[in-house]
């Protein structure tokens, strides 16, 4: 089974742009969730996705968004950069069913964003 | 409000020594616990997690944690570290209907020296 693919893995962008980033979750999973981590912060969730629905969102800025496609594929955008976004952004998927915790995330290997 | 404080940012241990990885947690609730690894430029890996049952948890790679309620503890443990050891590692808490948001504990950095 393919594990969850993040594309692009490293990308740099300047202040003000926009940037949108994009998982792939193992086949099978519904439920998509992005963390940012930087080494000041860790590891900070973002918002998870189920069925096409955010059904949690974390204390980040409009500025982030993200969405969920009907084959499970997750992209999440931010615009109107700043230095302070540059991150490893993680994307996890996972098998829960409904509303109860299976227990696991798994996880790709991120998206490097740079910010000048 | 939840919280996980992993106390030590870094630990260095020599090869074939034992080490112990400390977590613990803060929550009004019960909890779901995991130890998460993560390798230079990779995404986080599972080691092992507490959903109930046995508080004694065996994981991947020789690692087991122990779940202490009382001390609202989970840490994590290795009788003889290798090289490869090398990685840091992360300590998360989740909830039973909490869609999947983990707060993770800021990390330790394993550094095993030969």
């Known amino acids: 089974k393919a594990g969850v693919t993040q594309t692009p893995r490293y990308l740099i962008k300047t202040r003000g742009q926009q940037v949108t980033l994009s998982c792939s979750p193992i086949s099978g999973h519904r439920s998509v969730s992005w963390y940012q981590q930087t080494p000041g912060q860790g590891l900070q969730f973002l918002f998870e996705?189920?069925?096409?629905?955010?059904?949690n969102k974390g204390n980040f800025p409009g500025r982030f968004s993200g969405r969920q496609f009907s084959n499970s594929r997750s992209e999440m955008n931010v615009s109107t950069l700043e230095l302070g976004d540059s991150a490893l952004y993680l994307c996890a998927s996972s098998p829960q069913l409904g509303r109860t915790n299976t227990g696991e995330l798994f996880f790709g290997e991120g998206s490097r964003l740079t910010v000048l | 409000a939840q919280s996980v404080t992993q106390l030590d940012s870094q630990v260095p241990v020599f090869e074939e020594a034992p080490v112990e990885l400390r977590c613990n947690y803060s929550?009004?609730?019960?909890?779901?616990l995991f130890w998460y690894v993560q390798y230079p430029n990779q995404g986080l890996q599972l080691l092992l997690k507490y959903l109930s049952g046995s508080t004694l948890v065996k994981g991947i790679n020789g690692f087991e944690a122990e779940f202490n309620k009382s001390q609202t503890s989970f840490h994590l443990r290795k009788p003889s570290v290798h090289i490869s050891d090398t990685a840091e590692y992360f300590c998360?808490?989740?909830?039973?209907?909490?869609?999947?948001?983990?707060?993770f504990g800021s990390g330790t950095k394993l550094n095993v020296k030969p």
């Open positions: 998360a808490v989740s909830f039973l209907y909490n869609f999947n948001k983990f707060y």
């Open positions: 929550s009004s609730v019960s909890v779901y």
């Open positions: 996705y189920f069925s096409e629905t955010q059904r």
